[in-house]
């Protein structure tokens, strides 16, 4: 059982940015971010797996995952922020890189972020 935690959220102007840490009570290969705006299905955002990082194409350029496996962390840093990012932001945990959720097992309570206009 793999226990995250996520904190940071907050709200924040457009063109703004946020830091957000995802911290798991267990090792896995895998680690995601997700977010679920109102009324949306939830969409993958980024994840570390292994040695490599995904972005989903709607963030590339502005967000950048980063894992500390010391601290067994997982960082989120979101610059240029825009209205369309808000939502609840989810980690996720996995055995392999994956961008749908069904693919995780794991997963932390979320943490609201807000972009105003």
């Known amino acids: 059982q793999v226990q995250l935690v996520e904190s940071g959220g907050g709200l924040v102007q457009a063109g703004g940015s946020l830091r957000l840490s995802c911290a798991a009570s267990?090792?896995?290969?895998?680690i995601a971010w997700f977010r679920q705006a109102p009324g949306k299905e939830r969409e993958f955002v980024a994840s570390?797996?292994?040695?490599?990082?995904y972005y989903a194409d709607s963030v590339k350029g502005r967000l950048t995952i980063s894992r500390d496996n010391a601290k067994n962390t997982v960082d989120l840093q979101m610059n240029s922020l825009k209205p369309e990012d808000t939502a609840v932001y989810y980690c996720a945990a996995g055995r392999k890189a994956a961008t749908l959720p069904r693919e995780y097992d794991y997963w932390g309570q979320g943490t609201q972020v807000t972009v105003s206009s």
């Open positions: 570390s797996s292994g040695i490599n990082r």
């Open positions: 267990g090792r896995t290969f895998s």
